[in-house]
Every structure is written in C-alpha cells, then in structure tokens.
C-alpha cells in the first residue's frame, strides 16, 4: 500500500497514540494528521505497552477493540499495534514521510522520525481531550456533562432519534 501510495506521488503520514477512550480530541487529530498526506497510519499502544504508561486499570478497551475503533474512521487508512513505551522502532520500520506528535513530543520519536527524513508536525492537544480524565470523572460518578454539542445536525439528539439525522441514517445501498 505505501509503495503505491508514493508511486504516484502521495505521502505517508504517521501518528500514535493509546486511544483507550476514543474522544473528539482523538478524531480531530487524526482528521488534521490525514491533511499533511494521502495516507494516515496509526501506531496503537498494545495493552501491555498502556499498562506501564497509564497505570492499573488501563487499559478500558483492548488493542484489538481499540484498533477496531480507529479501523472504522475514514481519516485511518491502517493501524499497527507496537509494543514499546515510544514508537520510535515502528517509525523507523515504518518510514513515513511525515510523523504527527503534539508538542514537545518524545525526543526519541523525534529522532527516528529525523533518521528517516520524515517531517515533524506538531498538532496541539484539544483542551476537552483526555482519556484518562474521562476515565476518573465516569469512574468517581462524576461523569462530563452531555450538551449534544457533538451533534448539530438533530438538535441534540442521541443519533439514534430516527427523526432524519444524518447519523442515524443508513447509508445509501444498505438493508
């Protein structure tokens, strides 16, 4: 897929991340990263990988559930799951011509992403978006209020309302 890509002139941008809890912060990344290129994979943290970098309790959703996740957006064109505490091996293997961080990054990334001539970009991290702080506020009872601010097209509906929201349709060619 890389080699066709490039072929015919497209870039390979990369991106990584644990995304335990998927949130908008995590989707409006990913759409951005897709922006500097033609193709966006996604290095995913493997559960043992989260345990250590997150903590007991981590992760809420498998690697194989979470990839299923980031499969289904339209913006991730592959996903590969690695083991380590950074990306820094997968970036090498991987070769892509621009890797995505939020800043500062992670100086070990940087530089695998320098070795491979890859451009840096940074995307800074949407202040509503963290997992972790989804996880304790649910976890503590005291879950983020629901305003239906992710939902404009049905008057803060729960998608499903049925009543011609374009998320609750299904689409053309389906049933």
Same mark, same amino acid.
């Given at each position: 897929?890389?080699?066709?890509?490039?072929d015919h002139g497209?870039?390979i941008? @990369? /991106? *990584?991340?644990? @995304?335990?809890?998927?949130?908008?912060?995590h989707v409006?990344l990913?759409?951005?990263?897709?922006?500097f290129?033609?193709?966006? $994979?996604v290095?995913? *943290?493997?559960?043992?990988?989260?345990?250590r970098?997150?903590? =007991?309790?981590r992760?809420?959703? /498998?690697a194989?559930?979470?990839?299923?996740? %980031?499969?289904? %957006?339209w913006?991730v064109?592959?996903v590969?799951? @690695?083991e380590?505490?950074?990306?820094a091996?997968l970036i090498?293997q #991987?070769? &892509?011509?621009?890797?995505? /961080? &939020?800043? =500062?990054?992670?100086?070990r990334?940087k530089l695998?992403?320098?070795?491979?001539a890859a451009?840096i970009? @940074?995307?800074?991290?949407?202040?509503?978006?963290?997992?972790?702080? #989804?996880?304790?506020? $649910?976890r503590?009872?005291?879950?983020? &209020?629901?305003?239906?601010?992710?939902?404009? !097209?049905c008057?803060a +509906? !729960?998608?499903a309302?049925?009543?011609? +929201?374009e %998320?609750?349709? !299904? =689409?053309?060619g389906w049933?």
């Amino acid at each position: 897929m890389m080699a066709l890509i490039r072929d015919h002139g497209g870039r390979i941008v @990369f /991106t *990584n991340g644990c @995304f335990d809890v998927l949130h908008l912060g995590h989707v409006r990344l990913l759409q951005h990263a897709l922006g500097f290129g033609q193709c966006l $994979i996604v290095g995913l *943290n493997s559960d043992e990988s989260m345990r250590r970098l997150k903590g =007991p309790g981590r992760p809420v959703f /498998t690697a194989s559930q979470r990839a299923e996740v %980031l499969h289904a %957006l339209w913006c991730v064109s592959a996903v590969v799951e @690695f083991e380590g505490d950074d990306c820094a091996d997968l970036i090498r293997q #991987l070769r &892509p011509d621009v890797f995505v /961080t &939020p800043p =500062p990054g992670v100086e070990r990334e940087k530089l695998a992403a320098s070795d491979v001539a890859a451009e840096i970009r @940074f995307i800074d991290r949407w202040d509503g978006g963290s997992s972790s702080r #989804l996880i304790e506020e $649910i976890r503590d009872g005291d879950p983020p &209020p629901v305003d239906g601010s992710g939902c404009d !097209e049905c008057c803060a +509906c !729960e998608c499903a309302c049925q009543s011609g +929201c374009e %998320l609750s349709r !299904e =689409p053309e060619g389906w049933g």
